[in-house]
């Protein structure tokens, strides 16, 4: 008889690769996926540890599964609680004792050892190991057929950002193989896929080997990228999260040659002050950042931009704050992300003494969110009436619409009689609304 198990996942992309892989592993051993954790046998939380609400939630999920588990018990059926994911690294003896429901918890590192774990009862409850290799070596084929596809890269960070936990919860820089990567994404391809994105905790600081001609070489994120392109049927490469410092003129070299490489790149740079950068252990300035970002624009004309912002980081004052508003406005970024410094216990930022209040980080996000909107809604606004490309991989709400994406990651609905799920076609963009564009297709 087949146990059924639910996965539900919290935080990042990397993290909806792993429970991707983590259902097709389970699968792959037998077991079967269920739609809700109430026709489960097996409730699985991939968790996320950035923001301190991600952890929360995982307690609060948590306290509710237990109940269910006491209620399944009751009629005489069995449910296991499973945690993977950051959150799990991070504080594994601490979820066992505060949730006696719990039956195992396993870090990113560890979730292929999930089939054995669930197959011999009598294995430890805590797997918490930084075992890469083991981890990518495990993966099965995935079994899902979509046209944009996430493919991890490369996992940890030595960046030691002083408010980030990913250096403790994924730890160190690994690059996976070239060839384990050219496999995975041929894979794909074969099944339908026509984009990947490539991840990573520090995606441009992707660093590996290959032999050509009998030759070792150095690849990085560009070369990689330059050996995938050989794979027929894919269309589209992205990649994220890179780290300014990170950006070389190979990978640049590599967006103005080639095609392929779509012209949108997010790159964080948490904040616009050299104080705060410096206080942030980013390892680069203002200044750097922003001759980077014209460098980039010399070399892929219409190259745009998204970031990430943290506002009421320890010691900012109102004019840090001034400093990273006149950086947007430099800069004008087609999207972006911003939020509220949360403390993340053992990170060199939670013991800081002088913390921005709340009322004051509140009003720097409401200010900095309108900023952001405001150049975004600009960016998009140059695109009404353009004709542009757009990759089509899903339906949408309405009889006949499908929703697809263009170069700068811009959602696009359009109305056709046919199914056009996984075609590249040119639309005309007509109309603007929150979210999206609505266009026309012109072929």
Do not use: W
């Amino acid at each position: 008889m087949h146990q059924y198990f639910f996965i539900k996942t919290y935080g990042c992309q990397m993290n909806e690769y792993d429970s991707e892989k983590l259902n097709d592993l389970l699968e792959f051993n037998g077991f079967k996926a269920s739609n809700n954790f109430e026709d489960s046998d097996i409730a699985i939380l991939n968790t996320c540890h950035i923001r301190e609400k991600a952890s929360e939630k995982l307690y609060s999920d948590l306290g509710r599964l237990s109940i269910f588990k006491e209620n399944k018990k009751k009629i005489g059926k069995n449910m296991q609680i499973i945690v993977t994911g950051c959150v799990a690294q991070a504080e594994g003896d601490e979820i066992i004792k505060r949730n006696k429901n719990v039956d195992y918890i396993l870090g990113p590192q560890n979730f292929h050892k999930l089939p054995g774990v669930l197959k011999n009862k009598k294995t430890q409850k805590v797997h918490s190991e930084f075992s890469y290799k083991q981890k990518f070596d495990s993966l099965v084929p995935s079994a899902k057929k979509n046209v944009s596809k996430l493919v991890t890269i490369q996992e940890g960070c030595d960046k030691f950002c002083s408010f980030c936990v990913v250096p403790y919860t994924r730890g160190a820089e690994f690059s996976r193989p070239v060839e384990q990567i050219f496999a995975e994404i041929k894979h794909l391809s074969n099944n339908g896929a026509k984009e990947v994105t490539l991840l990573g905790q520090n995606v441009s600081s992707y660093n590996s080997e290959i032999f050509e001609d009998g030759v070792k070489k150095k690849v990085s994120l560009g070369y990689l990228c330059s050996i995938i392109t050989k794979i027929n049927g894919l269309k589209r490469i992205r990649y994220l999260t890179s780290h300014p410092n990170d950006i070389d003129q190979n990978l640049i070299n590599e967006h103005k040659e080639n095609s392929k490489m779509m012209p949108f790149l997010h790159l964080p740079v948490q904040a616009g002050s050299n104080k705060i950068l410096k206080n942030m252990n980013r390892k680069h300035t203002r200044e750097f950042y922003l001759r980077l970002i014209k460098k980039i624009k010399e070399n892929v004309a219409d190259m745009a931009f998204s970031s990430d912002f943290i506002v009421g980081y320890p010691e900012e004052t109102d004019s840090d704050f001034q400093e990273t508003l006149d950086l947007i406005e430099k800069v004008k970024f087609a999207s972006s992300y911003s939020f509220k410094y949360s403390a993340r216990p053992g990170t060199p930022a939670s013991i800081k003494k002088i913390q921005v209040s709340e009322e004051v980080s509140n009003k720097r996000l409401e200010k900095i969110q309108a900023v952001l909107n405001q150049y975004q809604t600009q960016f998009n606004l140059s695109f009404l009436n353009k004709t542009v490309e757009v990759l089509f991989s899903g339906v949408g709400r309405k009889n006949n619409q499908f929703v697809g994406r263009t170069p700068h990651l811009q959602p696009v609905h359009v109305t056709s009689n046919l199914n056009i799920i996984g075609k590249l076609l040119k639309v005309k963009l007509l109309r603007l609304t929150a979210f999206s564009f609505h266009g026309k297709l012109v072929e």
